[in-house]
């Protein structure tokens, strides 16, 4: 894909406890230290403490599950730079809230700030509701955080860091069965059938969370499908193609069969705490996930040692999954253009709030000369398939067919089916019946 070199330019970089108290939690520590040598050089022209009236700013929080307790830094370091500001703060689960939260907004006016992911940007902007970004800000982040975010020309999101997904593993256990990182599915089922055969459950899943089966289920339909069709969603929206007559779909649904035949008995009922737990207490030898996990990984035990690989496609040439995370976006009516404009200036000038967050939430920055200082045991991996350019943006699937009311729904009805409510034909034909919300627009 066209992405690929500009991806990989920023893969050297490695990669919530609870909510503020305008979230309704209390803060946490974060894991790594930041260089307070990066955070004293110089301020950008006009981001100078302001002397103005106190304003207060209103933003909506979608969340990652790696997120909750970074408005508590943004807070802090807000104090500190510009005083007059206030934030008042809305958080919600980005999978599950965020989009609901977006509609009623859009009825009465949206809040100054709203921070989702990059393909937010794709279903708002064309509804002329968000203001463009400053070049003076977008100017601070790498050349591949604009890409999904710009419009027609013009800017309308600020991508802050970066996950990335596929196949977490043991990486001592893998050494001690002398298990190869697999290529294609003959070789993930050779290690399936070993790790059966030693009582090892092959993969940690937690199917309770349907956010966790669409997520997955994106991961192989991008591998899968987009890989070799970057327009398979608009020709389903066409009629040219369905999920039921798709082979190539098919394959990528019944992948979570695959999961769901090899993994604990339990998994409709463990949370994705529980789940990590298992992962690095060695009851399981993979797991499906994203950047997500690691901050659960590292917390259980900082000494855990994880790889990462991509998820085998049929084709045995599956790429590593990039996703942009945390997006600023903006109001286009806001009446406080300037004191937004603060936020940003903060958000992208302040390297030691960059590292803070980035060690707390275990991902990788999108902003220019800003790493993250955290241990991250998958990044001699990552590395290496950013070197090969075997390196995918997942925006183009979640731009295809998009999260709010389409990814999210399906996976509901991957859930029946695994679970023997419905037929593998009917969860596919509800995803065809829903093709008229799969897109943003």
Known sequence: ????????MLLVAAMAASLAAGCGGQGGNTDGGSSES??????????QSSDGEPVTLTVLAGQSTTDAGIEDMIDEALAEKYPNITLEWECVDWGNDFQPKMQQYLQSGLPDIMIGKAQDVATYAPQGVLGEIDS??????????????????????MVYNALYQGVYYNKTMFEENNWEVPKTQDDLQKIIDDCKSKGITPFASHMVDTWSIGNVTMQFMMNDVFNNDAEWGDKFRAGETSFSDSKEVQTAYEYNKLIYDNTYPET?????????????????????????SIQN?????????????????????????????ITVMTSKDTKHQEEVNQVLDLLTSDKDLAVEILNYTKTASMLK????????????????????GEIVDVTLGNNQLVWGGF??????????????????????????DRVDTSSAN
Do not use: H
């Open 369 to 388: 000369d800003v790493t993250p200082t955290f241990t991250n045991p998958s990044q001699e991996d990552i590395d290496e398939y950013a070197s090969a």
């Open 1 to 8: 894909m066209k992405k690929k070199k500009v991806i990989s």
């Open 268 to 292: 409709f009922s463990t949370e994705q705490t529980d789940c990590d737990a298992k992962m690095v207490q060695g009851e399981a030898a993979m797991k499906v996930s994203g950047s997500w």
């Open 136 to 157: 003076e800000y977008l100017d601070r982040g790498l050349d591949a955080a604009r890409e999904n975010v710009t419009i027609d020309g013009k800017t309308y999101g």
């Open 38 to 47: 990066e955070a004293g050089g110089e301020e950008s022209e006009g981001s």
């Open 407 to 432: 990814q999210e729904e399906n996976a509901k009805d991957i859930a029946a089916w695994l679970q023997g409510d419905i037929s593998f034909e009917e969860c596919l034909k509800a995803s065809d």
């Open 297 to 325: 990984f590292l917390d259980i035990d900082e000494e855990f040692e994880f790889g990462i690989f991509p998820f085998p496609n049929q084709t045995g040439d599956s790429k590593l999954i990039f996703e942009p995370n």
